[in-house]
């Protein structure tokens, strides 16, 4: 009886990325009917972006399923929909444990513009993956002897680069940790955070990798999004409408449909008000660090607003680059910018207006060249990578043609297209993904997921629900974190109201 008056209860999902689509999906599973998506934006996918460059099909955000194997959801959503190539689905390639994908095969160019010698750029990049393990160990044994990965990598390196290059003078050893600052700059751009000295050393190794070698969408991440849309009822999702504010606790007291009163309604930006018993807010942690003062009402505990404010949300930018003829090698994936002023580990450019360009320090390959021609992925992260989304696009290709030039020693290169993201200016996203920065552990994010009101309060229990990749505390800033915490917090809902939830939990201890 609980049950089926549950099945009756106003359900509002804000934001239609994957994180909100995943909790509709459950919740309609489960036979809730009353089930609405508000969207800001006038599309869905949030996050999962695929645009065009030319005729070329590329991905604005999310590239990759990191991890795909039978455990991540994501993988078997695509499979299930048959979105994949043969070879990403193997039984082999699923099999592959190396944290996401082997080492590149890299070319490395120097400022001074000549290619560097993998006898050189090897060892470098070994040291700095070996340096990454470390951190990542702190997690599990406890104890920080440095506030972040970044100090701690700066503090490491030069004492490892002069037993590695000893014997081969100063030069070679300045080189290194020149090219070790190129492989600092590109992590900054897979943490998502302006720098290094931002993540939390303990917390680095809270992010959790799944066994299978990376794998793209050879259509489109998009239609992942199409597909999962396409099982809910036509009309579930409200486009253009920003929601204004979350009124919670009752704090709006006015009848609802039927004369019934709802402990919640969300204000939207045109003037709607839209009655809830349940609000499962899927915005960006970007977007709450911005607007979390006045999302809510009554605002948000302290604790829920302390963890906002410590959690990390950074920005990264891709920057693609067409060329006619390739400047790199046939079986090429990654090409690497050192400049060799760098020797003392730098991951932040200081004079950001000037010198934003040095923070590009890695271009991938995009492959295969039958499907892309010659194309190039940069990365940039950071402020650098927010004063880059303040320029015309004519001034970034003049800027990224001229650091090609230098480093090619070629005078006369040319992209012959560009285009960029701009995620940092996306009003409703404000950055690119989460990170545990420093002062931070799993806790932040157990508390940013936990459901308003907080425990212990005898008002109406779950009333506003967190869900998106910041509230996953193993799989954050990923696709397959952002859908599981979409079901997570769709079948909070759904035990709330099953009359079994109970003597299932109880019996399955017994
Ligand atoms: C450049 C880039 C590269 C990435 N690469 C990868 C990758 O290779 N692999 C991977 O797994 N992940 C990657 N990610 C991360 C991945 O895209 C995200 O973790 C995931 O898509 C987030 O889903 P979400 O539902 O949590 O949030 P979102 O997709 O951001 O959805 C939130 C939705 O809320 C809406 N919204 C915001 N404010 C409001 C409001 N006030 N009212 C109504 N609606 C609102 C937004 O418009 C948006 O549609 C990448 C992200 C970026 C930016
Ligand atoms: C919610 O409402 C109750 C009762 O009306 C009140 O006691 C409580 O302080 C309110 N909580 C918040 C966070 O405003």
Redesign the pocket.
């Known amino acids: 009886m609980a049950f089926l008056q549950g099945l009756d209860s106003h359900i509002v999902i804000?934001?239609?990325?994957?994180?909100?689509i995943g909790a509709a999906q459950k919740l309609l599973n489960q036979g809730f009917h009353n089930v609405r998506i508000?969207?800001?934006?006038g599309r869905c996918?949030?996050?999962?972006r695929t645009g065009r460059i030319g005729s070329k099909t590329v991905e604005i955000?999310?590239?990759?399923?990191?991890g795909p194997c039978q455990d991540n959801p994501v993988f078997r959503l695509a499979c299930r929909y048959d979105l994949l190539d043969a070879a990403s689905t193997s039984e082999e390639n699923q099999a592959v444990d190396v944290g996401g994908h082997p080492p590149y095969v890299s070319n490395w160019f120097s400022s001074s513009g000549r290619r560097l010698d993998p006898e050189l750029t090897e060892p470098a990049a070994a040291l700095f993956q070996s340096l990454l393990l470390e951190c990542q160990d702190f997690h599990a044994s406890g104890g920080e002897p440095a506030p972040s990965v970044g100090a701690y990598v700066k503090a490491r390196a030069p004492g490892l680069a002069a037993a590695e290059w000893r014997d081969d003078g100063g030069a070679a050893r300045d080189l290194g940790l020149a090219t070790m600052s190129a492989l600092l700059k590109l992590e900054c751009s897979i943490s998502g955070t302006p720098s290094m000295d931002d993540v939390g050393l303990g917390a680095f190794g809270a992010y959790k990798t799944l066994p299978g070698l990376d794998c793209t969408f050879p259509a489109g991440y998009e239609g992942l999004i199409g597909c999962m849309m396409k099982e809910l009822p036509e009309g579930i999702v409200s486009y253009n409408?920003?929601?204004k504010c979350v009124h919670w606790n009752g704090s709006v007291q006015r009848p609802g449909p039927c004369g019934r009163a709802f402990p919640v309604w969300v204000e939207c930006e045109n003037g709607d008000a839209v009655p809830a018993d349940h609000v499962i807010l899927?915005?960006?942690l970007g977007?709450l660090k911005k607007h979390q003062k006045t999302l809510l009402s009554p605002p948000l505990p302290l604790k829920k607003m302390h963890c906002i404010e410590r959690m990390g949300f950074g920005t990264?930018?891709?920057i693609f680059l067409e060329f006619e003829q390739p400047f790199w090698d046939p079986d090429c994936e990654a090409i690497h910018f050192v400049w060799e002023d760098e020797s003392a580990l730098v991951d932040v450019v200081p004079d950001v207006e000037r010198f934003w360009m040095k923070k590009l320090a890695c271009f991938t390959v995009l492959k295969p060249a039958e499907r892309y021609g010659h194309l190039l992925c940069g990365w940039i992260s950071g402020h650098e990578s927010e004063h880059m989304e303040s320029l015309s696009e004519a001034e970034v290709e003049k800027s990224v043609t001229q650091v090609i030039r230098r480093f090619t020693g070629n005078p006369t290169i040319s992209p012959k297209r560009i285009m960029r993201?701009q995620?940092y200016h996306d009003p409703?996203?404000c950055g690119?993904?989460s990170y545990l920065a420093t002062g931070c552990s799993g806790f932040d994010i157990d508390t940013l997921a936990e459901p308003l009101p907080l425990k212990g309060s005898r008002t109406k229990p779950l009333q506003v629900l967190f869900a998106?990749?910041a509230t996953h505390d193993s799989f954050f800033?990923?696709?397959?974190?952002?859908l599981l915490?979409?079901w997570r917090e769709g079948d909070r809902i759904i035990s709330h109201y099953s009359p079994s939830s109970f003597s299932v939990s109880v019996s399955s201890k017994l």
Not at 38 to 41: P, Q, S
Not at 61 to 66: E, Q, R, S, T
Request: charged residues 10%.
């Open positions: 804000v934001g239609c990325g994957i994180s909100g508000l969207e800001a934006t996918g949030g996050r999962i955000g999310a590239n990759w399923i990191h409408v920003p929601v899927t915005v960006p977007y990264n930018n891709k993201s995620w409703y996203t690119s993904y998106g990749e800033s990923t696709v397959h974190g952002a915490s979409g």
